[in-house]
């Protein structure tokens, strides 16, 4: 798989840390990033509508079979896992629950990190559950970047202490460093 990519997990608290990350990517950032939020099953995901109105950036719910492209944010659909296939495009699974929770930001992360390896870049924002922890080290193990939000800052610094304590690699960051390294990281 060439080029690159951006995974993003949040869970509680999660649109008020997506709110000052993903606005802040400019309209010309080349990098798909997929997303997925805890939201209840079997309720819209309004999310799609709140970020296409904040962003630069084309943001989309993410559809199965779906080639990855630069320039677009791509969430998860309620109930459905959201994987990324070897070649970089789209799956959706309405397998059992990870960690209570489908979409899984476990799920995203490691099939992520299979397919992207180094090329790959996680981040584990605010939640009240461990879920992101074994995938964002599944990406620090394939070599990719692996952020988190400073559990200490984070509204719900759960699922960030996690993160940090799996993966040896992450380290916590202000949501400034975050939007920062994701576009020093970009372009580089």
Not at 83 to 90: I, K, L, N, Q, R
């Amino acid at each position: 798989m060439t080029g690159r990519a951006i995974v993003i997990g949040a869970s509680a608290g999660g649109v008020q840390a997506l709110s000052r990350i993903l606005p802040a990517l400019p309209a010309d950032f080349a990098v798909p990033v997929l997303v997925v939020a805890h939201i209840p099953p079997r309720k819209e995901n309004a999310l799609v509508q709140l970020f296409a109105a904040k962003c630069a950036l084309r943001v989309k719910e993410a559809e199965d079979k779906e080639m990855l492209a630069g320039g677009t944010v791509y969430f998860a659909p309620s109930d459905y896992h959201l994987m990324v296939e070897p070649g970089g495009s789209v799956a959706l699974s309405s397998e059992e629950p990870v960690n209570h929770s489908r979409p899984a930001i476990d799920v995203l992360f490691e099939t992520a990190a299979d397919a992207f390896g180094p090329n790959l870049a996680g981040v584990v924002l605010t939640g009240a559950n461990h879920d992101g922890a074994r995938g964002l080290k599944a990406i620090g193990d394939a070599g990719g970047i692996a952020m988190v939000e400073d559990p200490d800052t984070a509204e719900v610094g759960t699922m960030p202490a996690a993160a940090l304590a799996a993966c040896p690699a992450a380290r916590p960051m202000s949501f400034e460093q975050i939007i920062h390294q994701l576009q020093g990281w970009a372009i580089s």
